[in-house]
Each structure stands twice: as structure tokens, then as C-alpha cells.
Nanobody
Framework: QVQLAESWGGLVQPGGSRTLSCVAS????????MGWYRQAPGKQRELVAT???????NVADSVKGRFTISRDNFRTTLYLQMNSLQPEDTAVYYC??????????WGQGTQVTVSS
């Protein structure tokens, strides 16, 4: 099993930047794909970005060019660099990991609020 813990959410002004972190522990050697999802009030959880075991990334069209997903060399920490934040980016951001044996783990989520 993989445990995930997000951090560094908070209040950001429109046009600002924020980098979220997600620390993975447990069976990290089994992780195949990691990603960020978000859920705004009254909306379904949606994919933001993913990064595979070999480093391939995928970013949702709604944030392409503004958000960047990355991880450290030991694949224990996942990042989401968010630039040019807008009020519509306000959501709870969740870290996700899927392992080679098909298990999925979620973090507890971190709130990002974009407001002046």
C-alpha cells in the first residue's frame, strides 16, 4: 500500500503561483503512475496531470501551459507547479498513485483558493 500526503495549498491571488507537494511512503517501488486531481465545490473530481513511471507526463487542456507536474529523482515526492492561477482553479487538490498491481491510493487533499 502507498500512503500520500499533500501540502502547500492555501490562498493565492489571481495571477499568482503556487507549488503543491505530495510525499509518498510505503510501497513506493510499486508505483506506476502518479497524478494530481482536483474537485471544485459542486463539481466532480477531475484529472489535472499525471506522470508515469518512465517520466511521461499528461496535462489537462484546462491547465496546459500554466501547470507543470514533476517529481524528484527518488520518485518519493510529486510536485504541481501552478502559474497564472485563476479563480476557476479554486478546488481541493488530491494526489493519486496507482501501483503495478492495480491498487489506487489518494491523499487527504489540500485546498487551493484563488481570490483577491
Amino acid at each position: 500500500q502507498v500512503q500520500l500526503a499533500e501540502s502547500w495549498g492555501g490562498l493565492v491571488q489571481p495571477g499568482g503561483s503556487r507549488t503543491l507537494s505530495c510525499v509518498a511512503s510505503g510501497s513506493i517501488f510499486l508505483i506506476n503512475v502518479m497524478g494530481w486531481y482536483r474537485q471544485a465545490p459542486g463539481k466532480q473530481r477531475e484529472l489535472v496531470a499525471t506522470i508515469t513511471r518512465d517520466g511521461s507526463t499528461n496535462v489537462a487542456d484546462s491547465v496546459k501551459g500554466r501547470f507543470t507536474i514533476s517529481r524528484d529523482n527518488f520518485r518519493t515526492t510529486l510536485y504541481l507547479q501552478m502559474n497564472s492561477l485563476q479563480p476557476e482553479d479554486t478546488a481541493v487538490y488530491y494526489c493519486n498513485a496507482r501501483t503495478l498491481d492495480g491498487l489506487t491510493s489518494w491523499g487527504q487533499g489540500t485546498q487551493v483558493t484563488v481570490s483577491s
